[in-house]
T-cell receptor, first 115, second 111 residues
Framework: GAGVSQTPSNKVTEKGKYVELRCDPISGHTALYWYRQSLGQGPEFLIYFQGTGAADDSGLPNDRFFAVRPEGSVSTLKIQRTERGDSAVYLC?????????????FGPGTRLTVT | ELKVEQNPLFLSMQEGKNYTIYCNYS?????LYWYRQDPGKSLESLFVLLSNGAVKQEGRLMASLDTKARLSTLHITAAVHDLSATYFC???????????FGAGTQVVVTP
């Protein structure tokens, strides 16, 4: 079956611009996670959705970052006034239900480059 | 603050030999995950360990969890080239799947 998909696969933007990154989770998965992975490091948690609501957004680095999941399926990560330090691979993951017993399936990621 | 430390960070393996990757973490948790990442690719789930003493095996890989020691190991038996990748351990910090990852262990298997 279809896995987690993310678009675009690559995004190059200028410093100060606004970007949106999209995640399509596996059908039927209620939990959705965003992570950010910098070169040579492990993924870093950003935000977790259970259904339509953000259950935990403690990993968002500052108020330039915002994410939504209005219908409980597709999620969009939005970054305002991008900075060069935002350059990373943004990974989305989904699981059947939020919780430790359910493994997270990761998408291919969006590589964001801020010039 | 939870810390997840992997060692080694780089491991050069000879085909046919056995190796172990270690994952130490700094807080109480009995939920630990191992992932594999190939260059330029996303993460593939390898093992989900949910209790003290849990042991899981798949092919040449075996993972175990000792929650009292706050240690998980990933053992590779008779390494083969196909196992070349970066391996991450991750600890569930709040029972809802919020994972904290280690820095990863880059594995290169040579003949």
């Amino acid at each position: 079956g279809a896995g987690v998909s993310q678009t675009p696969s690559n995004k190059v933007t200028e410093k100060g611009k606004y970007v949106e990154l999209r995640c399509d989770p596996i059908s039927g998965h209620t939990a959705l996670y965003w992570y950010r992975q910098s070169l040579g490091q492990g993924p870093e948690f950003l935000i977790y959705f259970q259904g339509t609501g953000a259950a935990d957004d403690s990993g968002l680095p500052n108020d330039r970052f915002f994410a939504v999941r209005p219908e409980g399926s597709v999620s969009t990560l939005k970054i305002q006034r991008t900075e060069r330090g935002d350059s990373a691979v943004y990974l989305c993951a989904s699981s059947f239900s939020g919780g430790p017993a359910y493994e997270q399936y990761f998408g291919p990621g969006t590589r964001l480059t801020v010039t | 603050e939870l810390k997840v430390e992997q060692n080694p960070l780089f491991l050069s393996m000879q085909e046919g030999k056995n190796y172990t990757i270690y994952c130490n973490y700094s807080t109480t948790s009995d939920r630990l995950y191992w992932y594999r990442q190939d260059p330029g690719k996303s993460l593939e789930s390898l093992f989900v360990l949910l209790s003290n003493g849990a042991v899981k095996q798949e092919g040449r890989l075996m993972a175990s969890l000792d929650t009292k020691a706050r240690l998980s190991t990933l053992h590779i038996t008779a390494a083969v080239h196909d196992l070349s990748a970066t391996y991450f351990c991750a600890v569930d910090t709040d029972s809802w799947g919020k994972l904290q990852f280690g820095a990863g262990t880059q594995v290169v298997v040579t003949p």
